[in-house]
């Protein structure tokens, strides 16, 4: 059975800061998604990620995956309160379903 | 921009009643997704639809639940005698393609379901 373990689960940082959240996954996939979701909201696409070596950013937030090593990383830059959220990993193995990490609940704080 | 829809918004039901939540897809998509989320927990994949027929469904999925296509734009899903455990927040998704494609799911704003 595959597992997606993110972490840390609960993050709160100071604005301006710099922090990294962590995704390991436990079989062999080419594809991995990040996800942000506010509170009592759905899902939103932030990156696709379809390879090895795969680096990917959008403003603040930078994605990078490492299949070797089953791990994807998503690094938050100079941390502002409008990324407070949550943030889901989610692998593809190649089926039709995405298996998603237990989430990183992100607070910035003024 | 297309965006995936979902009616209600919140349903509230007895335990052991049927439901239906409803999602319309966006329109030139070929695949659609049911997933659910547990307050607090993570998201969890249901089913996966394609062509009329369901492509893969988890072992959440079982003779409960069943989905359906009526016409060219909605997309079902039906959960018979409602239980306790499935409240949750269920969210349709859907996307152009999969597998060898880069196509990402694209999430609508959820059903709340609420089994009392």
């Known amino acids: 059975e595959l597992k997606v373990e993110q972490n840390p689960l609960f993050l709160s940082m100071q604005e301006g800061k710099n922090y990294t959240i962590y995704c390991n996954y436990s079989?062999?996939?080419?594809?991995l998604y990040w996800y942000r979701q506010d509170p009592g909201k759905s899902l939103e696409s932030l990156f696709v990620?379809?390879?090895?070596?795969a680096v990917k950013q959008e403003g603040r937030l930078m994605a990078s995956l490492d299949t070797k090593a089953r791990l994807s990383t998503l690094h938050i830059t100079a941390a502002v309160h409008d990324l407070s959220a949550t943030y889901f990993c989610?692998?593809?193995?190649?089926?039709?379903?995405?298996?998603f990490g237990e989430g990183t609940q992100l607070t910035v704080n003024p | 921009e297309p965006e995936v829809t979902q009616t209600p918004s919140h349903q509230v039901t007895q335990m052991g009643q049927e439901v239906i939540l409803r999602c319309v897809p966006i329109?030139?998509?070929?695949?659609f997704y049911w997933y659910r989320q547990i307050l607090g927990q993570k998201v969890e994949f249901l089913v996966s639809?394609?062509?009329?027929?369901?492509?893969?469904k988890s072992e959440i999925f079982d003779d409960q639940f069943s989905v359906e296509r009526p016409d060219g734009s909605n997309f079902t899903l039906k959960i018979r005698s409602t239980k306790l455990e499935d409240s949750a927040m269920y969210f349709c998704?859907?996307?152009?393609?999969?597998?060898?494609?880069?196509?990402?799911?694209?999430f609508g704003p959820g059903t709340r379901l609420t089994v009392l």
């Open positions: 998704a859907s996307s152009e393609l999969i597998a060898e494609s880069t196509d990402t799911q694209y």
């Open positions: 639809f394609y062509n009329n027929e369901i492509s893969e």
């Open positions: 079989t062999t996939s080419d594809r």
């Open positions: 329109s030139n998509h070929l695949y």
């Open positions: 990620l379809l390879s090895n070596g």
């Open positions: 989610a692998v593809d193995t190649g089926g039709s379903r995405l298996t």
